[in-house]
């Protein structure tokens, strides 16, 4: 397996010291956060004062996906795969001594079996374990008692036992990406956690504290860009079905997130709870702030954290580290090519006080006493569309004025104050007054000025501005985050029978409450006035 221990000595063969060092004086000895810079080539440690170092550099092999940390948090490993045969490196690094070792292995994912570094071989026979004395101590194999196959992964470890993916061949019962979860202890005993006729698809997977439950993240596709990720829990004990985890908040239907694109940004054990973030899926869907979720899971109960996080994970003494979306003009920050995904800026909250850690990070994770110390967070309140917008549905802002008569339009309608919103139309015609004065019109109105305008040519402006989006970037009516946001205020459903355009499209038609559109303009002396309808 190509991984294997070196001869005893004080500088063994493939070992490097940790270098560099950011904020005065860290407590190197007790780090309480890993995370990776992919662009700084860095893995990084932060302390409980938020003061960070560079445990070791990832030098020019593709950035770590995950790190994980040992049981005691004196050690902390990663891999490096440079192809899909999983030909890379193994990196253990010694927080006491601030060492890394690193050598060639051929093996898939990467756990902590006890004390123990474990990973997969390639070819899926046989587990190669890393005792807590090596390098000076030699690494060793364990034989599995049944083979997982080449495509088969180490997902995730823990105390007595690890748990491997390996994936079906496809045919009746399983499609594609599909396999079977099982837990191998160091005997090599493989057994399964699925019922037979049970598969699932797989990607991340994280222990609870207490070794016990297991949490994944599934990844069922319809396509490359018609996939969606479910958080799933399970006992960790006995072959059976696992707990589907996916909250139905206003929180989640305003991110437009359902049932045909969703991804699962990442998720982390908190005590005896989980913390995880749903998002768009990057590349295929309009990237936005508040389409990235957070919530804390627990018994079934998804307590709401707030917006705009790629991930949160909550640590002891109340510590709370949020890695924040970027955005930039063009939408969410990407990384620099050759490194996949995206990353955002991490903060770590400790003692009431915010600080950053870093930016261009891509994952973090606190070590296992911080998850296993942290206690239930409060909830956020959820977003509301109570408001007057500012801008219109490109992101520009409105004169004052147009706001000023919006506000007042909004406040007559939330009364059911018709008489005032006629007053407020008043150059509108007899019939527009009538429909004001109707069994709903004073409703439509409220719900209509709380959209995003949109330019209207000579007539001025038009509430709201969407006509028709495709939620799909670069296109010719690609949606903007203000149009996705009126899609969720309307209540507007996709347009199942369209075929032109790849991504979801919505237009202001279908499903939904009947939308007569309201038209504002600016007359000669710069006033505001509310003209009429743009229809009817």
Known sequence: MGCTATDDGAAPAGTRPSTGAAGSGPDRTRPVLAFVQPEKRAVMLADAAGRTWRAAPTDDAPPPSEVVWSPDARRLAWLDETNMSGTGEIHIYDVAKGTVHSEPCPCRGVGFLGQDVATLAADGTSLALFPPGYPAERAHRVRLGKAQGAYAELAVGGPDDVIVFSVLPEGP??????????????????????PPTKPTTFTDALRAPDGKALAWGTSDSGGACWTRSTLLTHSGDTAEEPLRRLPDDAAFRRALIGERQRSLGSFAWAGDGLTVTYGPLVSCQVLGSDRFVSYYVRGGVHTFLGTGMIGIALGADGRVARLAVDLS?????????????????????????????????????????????????????????????????????????????????????ARGDTDRLVALCGTCRPGVHQWIRGKDGAAAVLRAIRAHPGRNGAEGLMYPGLSSCVDQPEQDITCTPQQLRDVALLGLRPDEANVDYGGVVYYSWSGGPAMVPLLVRTDAKGAAVWTGLAAG
Not at 178 to 193: C, F, H, I, N, P
Not at 383 to 410: F, K, M, N, S, Y
């Open 173 to 194: 019962g399983v499609t594609r990406g599909q396999g079977t979860v099982s837990a191998v202890d160091r005997r090599g005993t493989v057994r399964a956690l699925l």
């Open 329 to 413: 003009s063009t939408g969410l920050a990407r990384a620099q090519p050759g490194i996949a995904g995206y990353t955002g800026t991490l903060t770590l909250t400790s003692g009431g006080r915010e600080q950053t850690l870093g930016k261009g990070v891509s994952t973090f994770a606190f070590t296992p006493y911080e998850s296993a110390a942290a206690k239930p967070p409060a909830a956020v309140p959820q977003p509301q569309d109570t408001a007057v917008t500012t801008v219109d549905d490109h992101g520009a802002r409105l004169p004052e004025g147009v706001v000023r008569l919006a506000r007042q339009i909004e406040e007559a309608a």
